[in-house]
Nanobody, 126 residues
Framework: QVQLVESGGGLVQAGGSLRLSCAAS????????MGWFRQAPGKEREFAAG????????TYADSVKGRFTVSRDNAKNTVYLEMNSLKPEDTAVYYC???????????????????WGQGTQVTVSL
């Protein structure tokens, strides 16, 4: 089992940057592929970024590609989401999630994930 705690959210002006962190505890971190999801008010939770257990493979939603960067430091049991050129439509609660690594990887489906953090609010103002 693994526990996930996000941090780094806040209020930022459009065009600004934030770096989210997700600290994991409880089990060997590199047993897990990781994902970042977000949920805006009145909308369904949506995939933002995913990273394989080794960090070698990453994938992004089209809406964030080129602006967001996902990374991980397995020695620190932490996954990051660097967010640049933020837009008001990026406003959401951001969640990190862990999936026990398997041969197949379907990072865009929230149902694939075994553990979730509590979320951190990101608000982008005009």
């Amino acid at each position: 089992q693994v526990q996930l705690v996000e941090s780094g959210g806040g209020l930022v002006q459009a065009g600004g940057s934030l770096r989210l962190s997700c600290a994991a505890s409880g089990n060997t971190f590199d047993n897990y592929d990781m994902g970042w999801f977000r949920q805006a008010p009145g909308k369904e939770r949506e995939f933002a970024a995913g990273i394989r257990w080794s960090g070698a493979i990453k994938t992004y939603a089209d809406s964030v590609k080129g602006r967001f960067t996902v990374s991980r430091d397995n020695a620190k049991n932490t996954v990051y989401l660097e967010m640049n050129s933020l837009k008001p439509e990026d406003t959401a609660v951001y969640y990190c999630a862990a999936e026990v690594r398997r041969l197949g990887w379907n990072p865009r489906s929230s149902r694939e994930y075994d553990y979730w953090g509590q979320g951190t609010q990101v608000t982008v103002s005009l």
